[in-house]
Structure formats: C-alpha cells, structure tokens
C-alpha cells in the first residue's frame, strides 16, 4: 500500500483536483484506491458523494483504532474500487499549529491497521491524502503518513512561494519523523499555455526546483469544473479537454507507482505501469505565444 499526500501551502491552486485527478488514473487502471479527505472544507468527499458515515477522519484522528475506521470509510458514488475516507469540518477544530509526535501519528497508525488488516475483501493499493492548504496539524499528520508527497501549485508569483513552503515542510518532516518520505514532484495546475506570465513562473520554478517540476502540466480547462460538479471521475467525461488532462493524470500516477519509494508495500503490479498517450498533454517547457 503506497501513501501519497496531495499538498500545497496555498490555498485555491486546485489540490483537490489533482487529488481527484489521480484517484481517477487509479480506477482507470484498476487500482485498489482509497482517498482520505483531511482538508475541513470537504470538496473531495462532496465530489466522491458518498453514503452518509457516523464517524469521520476527524474521529479517526483522535480514536485510530479499527471501529472507528470502520466507521469512517465508505464507496464513493464513482465505483467500489474508490472508497472515501470522510472529511468533515470538525476537522478545523484538530489543525492545532504544534501538535505532539503522538497525535501525528495517529492517522499513520489509522493506515497502518488498514495495511495490517484490511476492511474491504481487497486491500487497497493506493492512499490518497488530500491535505488543508495550511502546516498545522492535518498536514503534517499526513506527511507522517505518505511514502510521498505531491506539491501542486499554479503558474502565479504567489503559489510559487506556498511550492517552496510545502518541499521546506516535507523536508522538515522526514528529517524529524519520517525519514522515509519523499517528495515527488511539483505539478502545475490552471496552465494557460499562451500566457506569458505563466511561461515566466514555470521557469521560475524549474531554476527553484530542477527535475522535481513535472514534464506535463494540468491546463486550464472548463471540464474539470464540469466533472467534478458532475460527481463524475476525469476520465468518464467525454470531452477533448477531460481526455487531454485525464492523460496527464495517466502519467501522474504512473509516476507515483513508480517513484523508487515502495512504501508500506510495492503497489501490485506497479512496475509494469507506463507512461503512455502523453502527446496530447501540456508541456511545460518552451515559450507560448
């Protein structure tokens, strides 16, 4: 089981997207996936749609034992394959700035016993972790938890600077508590390919961070909005702009699965993955008009 947390220091650059965007590479594939909603607002659980829980991450958080997991976890209106782990907004109530080594583990512990024992008849193979766009205790409980993380920011002076906050946070993280844990990659979210102030910060980015910026990035499309309005996985929504940004998830996911951290677990089958029908996605190298 591969853990990734889906991160970034600012709000509004579209996380949950990407979180999304990634679960459903994940059923396209046939990937066992369970995405753990840990941002207060709740946009993954409302678009996941699931059954109504009598307990959430929140209580998950203060009680990680397996009743209460039990409790919290259901299938998501997409498939059975994706199971939501249920946000809530009493999970504001727990993002306390210096929490101790022990609360920040809990969640850990929560996924360790979902390893150990899985609730489901198929364990699951993928851990999707959608972060609060905030280092308090939310975000760095799953950053104890990942094997990975993925920062994900938009091409603006701004999300620039929340990307440096996130890998100086990541860093922090597996120098104090989780050695294991490694950043994965910076995605660019909301290209507009013929802006030249986005052109401008991808460059920036790539001086600040090197290799870590994806090849490909996630452009400004109308069907992302309209899919996740919809309740609908990326991949499901059949217009040339969902295809083209489902491709780019395509390889997202391909590099999570094959990012040299196995995690608890090698995912099944994950060296076999490849990043194929990349020729339609945004590159995010060169210069637009």
Not at 1 to 25: E, F, N, P, Q, W
Not at 251 to 269: E, F, Q, T
């Amino acid at each position: 089981m591969h853990t990734v947390a889906v991160l970034s220091l600012k709000g509004g650059v579209g996380k949950t997207t990407v979180a999304l965007g990634v679960a459903s590479a994940a059923l396209r594939r046939g990937t066992r996936t369970l995405v753990a909603d840990l941002d207060p607002q709740g946009n993954a659980t409302t678009s996941l749609d699931p059954p109504f829980t009598d307990a959430t991450l929140a209580d998950v958080l203060e009680t990680p034992q397996r009743a209460v997991l039990e409790r919290a976890i259901a299938p998501s209106v997409w498939s059975d394959e994706v199971d939501v782990l249920v946000g809530a907004e009493e999970l504001e109530q727990l993002n306390e700035p210096d929490a101790d080594s022990r609360r920040l583990e809990n969640l850990s512990r929560a996924l360790d016993e979902l390893h150990r024992a899985p609730i489901r008849e198929t364990p699951y193979d993928l851990v999707i972790i959608d972060c609060p766009p905030s280092l308090g205790r939310l975000t760095k409980s799953a950053l104890v938890a990942a094997d990975s993380a993925l920062i994900v920011t938009e091409p603006t002076m701004y999300a620039v600077a929340g990307a440096q906050r996130a890998l100086e946070a990541i860093e922090k993280i597996r120098k104090e508590n989780n050695p294991d844990l490694r950043p994965i990659g910076v995605l660019v979210n909301r290209l507009r390919v013929r802006s030249y102030e986005h052109q401008f910060r991808i460059a920036e980015l790539r001086e600040n961070f090197g290799p870590l910026v994806m090849p490909t990035a996630i452009t400004d499309r109308l069907a992302v909005q309209q899919a996740q309005g919809a309740c609908s996985p990326i991949h499901e929504w059949h217009s040339p702009g969902a295809q083209e940004i489902a491709l780019t998830f395509n390889m997202v996911l391909a590099k999570i699965l094959r990012s040299s951290r196995a995690g608890r677990h090698r995912v099944k089958g994950e060296d076999d993955v490849e990043e194929t029908g990349a020729g339609e996605t945004a590159e995010v190298t060169g210069n637009a008009g």
